[in-house]
């Protein structure tokens, strides 16, 4: 082992995952020393609000003036725990030019401003890390950027928003509308007093970008993708979905098609034996598909304060122990893709529509798919009267013709209110 | 990115594995430069098989001698992919001692005598990695190495073998009996002509090993390792099972309990909704679990050509990408646990037993179980006269109290013959 050192750390936040960093770092201090060799030490900590410092913390821990940390020359490593795009960006963009090494687990800062704080780490020469940002305690961004390094990814999905996993799964087992359980997420502390990152789909749109880049070594950022939210799934749709052995779930995909860049989130329905369909409450599973590979996937806690402290620790040990920067110091994006255009994308999708009980209604909808080029794979007719309802799956569908179809049905007389349609993974 | 380097690396052998470093080395040279600024070039391959050589290979990539490789001060990295504990030792030693940097696929040979190459390494200073011992393309020894070193691992279990995997997802499909399915899986190339270290639990308890000494910081050789195979599971047992909802699968587990260390290889069976029961085929799955991670699950193909040359390949990169070696260096063993007593370990056991069909036989068997404080929790008596049938599941028991139990209830006149058991997961 080579000689201890000792590592100095200012923390940009004391909330959960700031406050579980503290916590980690002392409580593993020695198991880290003894593996690594590195004597890690929380010197300072940023935070304004007063009711978060705990009782028995060390009286000059806290500091409210980021310059006491920033100026400290004993301070190696910067880890950023505020969030935000705003506070957030100056505090990392100042970090690397006073000569700081930093660790962020703020997706929405990267996946919006990545390229600047990355360029500039590069220029530097300073490690910019951010194992925390997407899937909490699962190490994805270590496994694509290391691991996968020779494994030519063109595919990456899965499930990245545990508010949303966690609101589906009891949507699922029927345990309240959409309302109601989201209600009860915000009580538990599953999902915040603005939902709307996360239900809409931002939260996972970021995550995306920034999986998306890395997995095709071309920036994607929040803006490149295409994101619709769960806001408008009913427990209605949940059950009926269950009823013909489907599971809904907010999907991310990230892919690699003809050399152009599809970035993607928006809810599907899986079949109930898909191995995302088992991944409940607010657990995180991303595959990665390569060439060499076939297919790899990561399991575990999305978010946590603990979980996610367990990433920001293993980033600060590895800049810790890294004199030489090497290929890890700066963004992997060393190409431009490409966009492959959205509705060029090819899905399946799963139709219900409430129709007219009377002769000809399945004739007239049939030719208006056909006519778009949109090919049926299986069709139920439910009920009877008032209550008749047409469910569809088609097969994989240039997007573009699909939503065209769905909008000539739409107007069709027979056809009695706005089609539901979900994409089928 | 800083300047671009000439790594050059010499393999040792040419089978599947060595094969397939050398493509995927070829076909990702532009990508890993660009990515890495590493110029990976395989300069030597010593392979004694004339029959391997490809017809295109160029004239001087290849050698018998040994010399050529690690005499030659370009070669910066020696990759060992011949397997056994024979010469590969001897060559790995010979390649450190010369100033090399290491690569190694080879689990018995970790498993066995690892503990002299992982010193003589650190005391070098030089990198001995070994990323595609276990798990074929899943990178799980970089996974628990550094992105769990704050995560307090206490339990790390799986499917760790292609092979049996392969030949009990057939038999639960009733595709043929244990002896079937393993002639089509030797045709096929899942099993090699002596399968006795795949089904024999030895391949499993070699990787159990490794991944032991890395979750605990403490040394387990392949000898501390308790194993059973899965060569007297029958095609009556798995569907026996599978009729009671469960399935049959080849367990490694390592476990810290107390501060001791207990490592085993058993099959188990796992009720159908378990996330292993669904791993099917030759791929893997390793769930991690620790204090402050809860639990992480990585799952993919566990053998192959070029996934296993992916880790092979990322292990490379990672030793060019490193001047300095820092903990990633040595052997992450830095303490020496006790092991736990076999038979002091707690597990639930499903019993399968013929009786006679009499009364009061219920009450005999009940009578050993409990004076053995074996509790049971669920019992099914099926079949009549000589086709009576008991069917028990346990508790969790101390080990050594149940077979104590079975051994006495084995005597009983009403047993007619030796009880089949197995561990419930």
């Given at each position: 082992m080579s000689q201890n050192r000792v590592v100095r750390v200012g923390l940009l936040g004391f909330g959960t995952i700031g406050s579980s960093v503290y916590r980690l770092v002392t409580n593993e201090h020695d198991q880290i020393l003894e593996g690594t060799g590195v004597d890690l030490q929380v010197k300072k900590v940023l935070e304004i609000d007063e009711s978060k410092k705990p009782a028995d913390a060390p009286e000059d821990l806290f500091t409210t003036d980021f310059g006491e940390i920033v100026e400290d020359p004993e301070i190696e490593i910067v880890v950023e725990l505020i969030g935000g795009t705003g506070a957030a960006f100056t505090f990392l963009d100042t970090a690397l030019r006073k000569g700081?090494?930093?660790?962020?687990?703020?997706k929405q800062l990267l996946a919006t401003k990545g390229e600047a704080l990355f360029t500039l780490a590069r220029d530097l020469g300073r490690h910019l890390?951010?194992?925390a940002s997407v899937g909490g305690a699962i190490p994805i961004i270590k496994v694509m950027r290391e691991s996968m390094i020779a494994a030519e990814l063109h595919t990456v999905y899965g499930i990245v928003n545990g508010t949303t996993n966690y609101i589906l799964t009891r949507m699922y087992n029927c345990e309240g509308d959409y309302a109601d359980v989201l209600t009860q997420a915000q009580k538990l502390g599953y999902a915040e007093a603005d939902p709307t990152a996360d239900v809409g789909g931002g939260d996972a749109a970021a995550k995306m970008a920034i999986l998306g880049s890395i997995a095709f070594h071309s920036r994607?950022?929040?803006?490149?993708?295409t994101m619709e939210g769960i806001q408008s799934i009913t427990l209605d749709d949940v059950r009926y979905a269950k009823s013909l052995g489907f599971v809904v779930k907010l999907i991310g995909a990230a892919r690699l098609i003809e050399g152009s860049v599809s970035v993607r989130?928006?809810?599907?329905?899986?079949?109930?034996?898909?191995?995302?369909?088992?991944i409940s409450g607010a657990h995180n599973a991303v595959f990665l598909q390569g060439d060499a590979i076939g297919e790899i996937m990561l399991m575990g806690p999305g978010a946590g304060g603990m979980p996610t402290a367990t990433a920001v620790v293993?980033?600060?040990?590895?800049?810790?122990?890294?004199?030489?920067?090497?290929?890890?110091?700066?963004?992997?994006?060393y190409r431009k893709l490409p966009f492959y255009p959205a509705d060029e994308m090819e899905s399946a999708f799963f139709i219900k529509m409430n129709v007219e009980d009377v002769s000809g209604v399945?004739?007239?909808?049939?030719?208006?798919?056909?006519?778009?080029?949109?090919?049926?794979?299986?069709?139920?007719?439910?009920?009877r009267g008032a209550e008749a309802e047409l469910v569809l799956i088609t097969h994989p569908t240039k997007e573009r013709d699909f939503f065209a179809a769905i909008g000539e049905a739409n107007r069709l007389s027979c056809c009695k209110s706005k089609p539901m349609t979900l994409r089928v993974l």
């Open positions: 700081k090494n930093v660790v962020t687990a703020n890390r951010f194992e994607v950022t929040l803006s490149d993708v989130v928006f809810p599907a329905l899986l079949p109930v034996d898909h191995p995302l369909s088992s293993s980033d600060i040990v590895s800049i810790a122990n890294t004199k030489d920067v090497g290929f890890l110091q700066s963004c992997s994006c399945l004739a007239q909808i049939a030719a208006v798919f056909g006519a778009h080029k949109v090919s049926i794979e299986s069709m139920i007719q439910k009920g």
